[in-house]
T-cell receptor
Framework: GQSLEQPSEVTAVEGAIVQINCTYQ??????LSWYQQHDGGAPTFLSY????GLEETGRFSSFLSRSDSYGYLLLQELQMKDSASYFC????????FGQGTTLQVKP | KAGVTQTPRYLIKTRGQQVTLSCSPI?????VSWYQQTPGQGLQFLFE???????NKGNFPGRFSGRQFSNSRSEMNVSTLELGDSALYLC??????????????FGAGSRLTVL
């Protein structure tokens, strides 16, 4: 089967850097995606890693290591509006999501 | 351009009833996939349609079904509702489907409550 594990909650202060880890067990996939979901809102796409290494998009970066079955999302210069749930997902022809990490940013 | 539109946004049903949810994808998007979101189980894949054909299916009972029309609009149906079917049902559209770097755009969801 396929499964992904993420921490359930992470707390950080405004302006800080936070890393949300995602470990997975899957037999073959196109890549790893990250989605953000604010309370009551729809998930929105953040980033995608097809190859090992770091992808940077503004304040957000995402990393993938296929050999370690591991990825992470790095959020820099945290803002209050970054408080949301973050989901990693393996792309296999369908998206298999992790349980999500709730990030709380405090002033 | 208009986003993904899901209707109805909220609905309440009783056990044993059936429900039909609708999803209108972004214009030009041919793939529609459906997800069930619950606090305990997270986001779970239901099925994906492309050009009116179901291409992938998740691990849900046969009470959950769907279809896609020639204009790419999609519907999902849940028959013989159970309390555990209470969830947010999300629809996502994309150009080609959830493969590679193809980005999924989600609708706001239909929140179903089963009493």
């Amino acid at each position: 089967g396929q499964s992904l594990e993420q921490p359930s909650e992470v707390t950080a202060v405004e302006g800080a850097i936070v890393q949300i880890n995602c470990t997975y067990q899957t037999s073959g996939f196109y890549g790893l995606s990250w989605y953000q979901q604010h309370d009551g809102g729809a998930p929105t796409f953040l980033s995608y890693n097809a190859l090992d290494g770091l992808e940077e998009t503004g304040r957000f970066s995402s990393f993938l290591s296929r050999s370690d079955s591991y990825g992470y999302l790095l959020l820099q210069e945290l803002q209050m509006k970054d408080s949301a749930s973050y989901f990693c997902a393996v792309v296999t022809g369908k998206l298999i999501f992790g349980q999500g990490t709730t990030l709380q940013v405090k002033p | 351009k208009a986003g993904v539109t899901q209707t109805p946004r909220y609905l309440i049903k009783t056990r044993g009833q059936q429900v039909t949810l609708s999803c209108s994808p972004i214009s030009g998007h041919r793939s529609v996939s459906w997800y069930q979101q619950t606090p305990g189980q997270g986001l779970q894949f239901l099925f994906e349609y492309f050009s009116e054909t179901q291409r992938n299916k998740g691990n849900f009972p046969g009470r959950f079904s769907g279809r896609q029309f020639s204009n790419s609009r999609s519907e999902m149906n849940v028959s013989t509702l159970e309390l555990g079917d209470s969830a947010l049902y999300l629809c996502a559209s994309s150009l080609k489907g959830p493969s590679g770097a193809n980005v999924l755009t989600f609708g706001a969801g239909s929140r179903l409550t089963v009493l």
